[in-house]
């Protein structure tokens, strides 16, 4: 009897000590995990990156796990029309609150006109749209003179202050001022749980998916729907490409670069994301 109670007692203690240390050990395999992603993945874009050249910053976010990469991540660049989404989530918002009609009408006026992407350049000033349709063209087309019209709808300053109030380090609404990686970022996850929260948020999400500009991410990773929004300016070598890969696994992905042609930097963009799928992918085999 006292040899059988011993041995009851080694047992639970046994049992005990598992189950203990058992959460430090998956804590360590996970983390020894992620290192494994990030030093692969980093291997692999560096490679890359002294074959091409350029200055490329990357942020990458599992939205399952919360899992991140960054490279140059914080470094500033021209925003060009990467701004357009903080500005198109900030008026849906607005609407949620009941602080916009998006059937109200704005019109188009002289002042408005920018040139570059867009198609209201090419219709008549004087012309009336409505705020819901302005949102549309600037994220479809990335219309310019549509982005003009509305940041004058809701004031630039209070625009900068949704962006700071996102958590933003850069928060210009000006396509030469600079924001970063990890600024895009911050925007792209915003719009993920916006989406999942909001019928408007859907709206810009569909919108996304459905951009005319598909050389960049969605040529590196095929097969899967693609909410992204692209930044470019030709004439100073400025091409980005950020948003969201709803994957089975869904993930936030940005990438900046500068320096190349826009034809060579659409290839790049491809590229990068063609890697960084890749080791998404393998990681969630794992």
């Known amino acids: 009897m006292v040899n059988y109670r011993k041995s009851f007692i080694v047992i639970i203690l046994f049992v005990f000590f598992v189950s203990f240390l058992q959460p430090y050990s998956q804590a360590s395999t996970v983390k020894a995990s992620q290192q494994s992603f990030k030093e692969s993945l980093s291997k692999d874009v560096e490679q890359y990156i ?3 050249g350029g200055d490329i910053a990357i942020e990458y976010r ?55 992407s867009g198609v209201i350049q090419y219709q008549k000033v004087g012309t009336k749209y409505t705020i819901i349709d302005l949102v549309k063209k600037a994220m479809i087309y990335s219309d310019n003179i549509a982005f003009n019209m509305l940041k004058e709808k809701v004031g630039q300053t209070n625009f900068i202050k949704y962006m700071k109030s996102l958590g933003a380090s850069y928060s210009s609404p000006r396509a030469y001022s600079n924001t970063s990686a990890h600024d895009l970022s911050i925007y ?27 050389e960049a991410i969605p040529k590196g990773i095929k097969g899967v729907k693609i909410s992204h929004k692209v930044g470019m300016i030709p004439m100073y070598r400025v091409s980005h490409d950020y948003g969201i890969i709803y994957d089975q696994n869904p993930f936030v992905l940005v990438v900046m670069t500068k320096g190349f042609t826009y034809e060579k930097s659409n290839k790049v963009l491809a590229d990068i994301a063609s890697i960084v799928n890749k080791h998404h992918k393998n990681k969630v085999k794992k």
């Open 50 to 52: 002294k074959k091409t």
């Open 62 to 116: 599992d939205l399952s796990t919360g899992e991140s990469f960054q490279r140059k991540s914080t470094k500033a660049h021209m925003g060009a029309s990467t701004i357009k989404l903080p500005l198109a989530m900030y008026v849906m918002e607005l609407a949620d609150k009941k602080k916009i009609n998006l059937k109200q009408k704005l019109t188009y006026k002289s002042y408005h006109y920018v040139g570059g």
């Open 188 to 214: 792209a996850r915003h719009l993920y749980k916006y989406s999942q929260e909001s019928k408007n948020g859907k709206t810009i999400i569909n919108y996304l998916q459905n951009t005319i500009y598909n």
